[in-house]
């Protein structure tokens, strides 16, 4: 498989490695971007593989919770420019959309689609008019509800609209009580990207393949075989603390955890907390855009 400047970019954006190094990698795996990363990380080049892959498109994240906060919608829709973004008829589009999400039985896009929109038909036949009128692509990309009355939601909007986060607690306190709780949580993980709330939720596989990447790179580093092991049991450790949202330094106070934090605010208002959902949205993440000018660059520089 060629090699493209565009796969070499993407790879770049994702590890933070040099460019030949990434340009080798993808050579060596024959252009399977995870496996390059992989190789990347193993030979200890790689800074941070993002695998959400790169922030391309425009666009809103807009979420609602109800005032007892037992109910939640969360939606993405995007647009070609960050100005249509920013268009008021857009964003009324887009909030209209979440109440629609929040206050229907809807399951999935292809349902959102076929509910009424106002007086204009369908939330489809909606869409196709706003495309027209504003002039540019529109995609309501992916929504989450969530209805649970056993978990207590809090939301939290970074960045005008591109971060959204939903924090759901199984907590005794009322939903005033946990507000401000929930939203310094749903802060750190605007933050700070954690993959997972706690180390109990990581899974196996991730597990293994973290182990077989942290034990090359300890084998490239020339480390004796009989302490790689033990090595291997440290970084990992280390790499938990960084991707589970409890074990993270808590981004408003460098002193204490996650945990640390709940636990104190367990003490204070007595009353029972914890994290049982953790839903990130970040505008256009993993989607792709053309980006013609720094493309030809990294073209040029691989023919040097």
Same mark, same amino acid.
């Given at each position: 498989?060629?090699?493209?400047?565009?796969?070499?970019?993407?790879?770049?954006?994702?590890?933070?490695?040099? %460019?030949?190094?990434?340009?080798?990698?993808?050579?060596?795996?024959?252009? +399977?971007?995870?496996?390059?990363? *992989?190789?990347?990380?193993?030979?200890?080049?790689?800074?941070?593989?993002?695998?959400?892959?790169?922030?391309?498109?425009?666009?809103?994240? =807009?979420?609602?919770?109800?005032?007892?906060?037992?109910?939640?919608?969360?939606?993405?829709?995007?647009?070609?420019? +960050?100005?249509?973004?920013?268009?008021?008829?857009?964003? @009324?589009?887009? !909030? /209209?959309?979440?109440?629609?999400?929040?206050?229907?039985?809807?399951?999935?896009?292809?349902?959102?689609?076929?509910?009424?929109?106002?007086?204009?038909?369908?939330?489809?036949?909606?869409?196709? !008019?706003?495309?027209?009128?504003?002039?540019?692509?529109? !995609?309501?990309?992916?929504?989450? $509800?969530?209805?649970?009355?056993?978990?207590? =939601?809090?939301?939290?909007?970074?960045?005008?609209?591109?971060?959204?986060?939903?924090?759901?607690?199984?907590?005794?306190?009322?939903?005033?009580?946990?507000?401000?709780?929930?939203? +310094?949580?749903? %802060?750190?993980?605007?933050?700070?990207?954690?993959?997972?709330?706690?180390?109990?939720?990581? +899974?196996?596989?991730?597990?293994? /393949? @973290?182990?077989?990447?942290?034990?090359?790179?300890?084998? /490239?580093?020339?480390?004796?075989?009989?302490?790689? *092991?033990?090595?291997?049991?440290?970084?990992?450790?280390?790499?938990? $603390?960084?991707?589970?949202?409890?074990?993270?330094?808590?981004?408003?106070?460098? *002193?204490?955890?996650?945990?640390?934090?709940?636990?104190? /605010?367990?003490?204070?208002? !007595?009353?029972?907390?914890?994290?049982?959902?953790?839903?990130?949205?970040?505008?256009?993440?993993?989607?792709?855009?053309?980006?013609?000018?720094?493309?030809? *660059?990294?073209?040029?520089?691989?023919?040097?």
């Amino acid at each position: 498989m060629a090699v493209t400047a565009a796969m070499v970019k993407e790879l770049r954006e994702r590890t933070g490695a040099g %460019m030949m190094d990434c340009k080798k990698a993808l050579m060596d795996t024959e252009g +399977d971007m995870e496996k390059s990363i *992989e190789l990347l990380r193993e030979k200890g080049l790689a800074k941070a593989a993002k695998k959400a892959g790169r922030i391309a498109s425009e666009g809103l994240v =807009n979420l609602k919770v109800t005032e007892n906060g037992k109910k939640a919608a969360m939606v993405e829709i995007n647009s070609e420019t +960050d100005f249509v973004a920013q268009n008021d008829e857009f964003k @009324e589009f887009v !909030n /209209n959309i979440t109440d629609i999400i929040l206050d229907s039985e809807i399951s999935n896009l292809n349902e959102l689609m076929e509910v009424q929109y106002l007086s204009e038909g369908t939330v489809s036949q909606a869409l196709k !008019n706003k495309i027209a009128k504003i002039g540019e692509n529109l !995609n309501i990309r992916r929504f989450e $509800k969530v209805d649970n009355q056993g978990i207590t =939601n809090v939301g939290y909007i970074h960045g005008g609209g591109r971060i959204g986060v939903i924090i759901g607690f199984e907590t005794d306190a009322g939903y005033d009580e946990i507000y401000s709780v929930g939203r +310094d949580i749903a %802060m750190q993980v605007a933050a700070m990207t954690p993959k997972f709330i706690s180390e109990e939720d990581v +899974d196996q596989e991730y597990i293994e /393949n @973290e182990k077989k990447i942290l034990t090359q790179q300890a084998l /490239n580093e020339g480390k004796p075989k009989e302490i790689v *092991e033990k090595m291997v049991v440290g970084r990992l450790k280390k790499e938990l $603390k960084q991707v589970c949202l409890m074990e993270q330094i808590f981004v408003k106070d460098g *002193e204490i955890t996650v945990s640390q934090y709940i636990r104190n /605010n367990e003490k204070e208002m !007595n009353k029972t907390i914890k994290v049982s959902r953790m839903i990130r949205y970040e505008i256009g993440e993993g989607l792709d855009k053309k980006e013609e000018n720094f493309a030809e *660059e990294v073209a040029k520089q691989m023919n040097n």
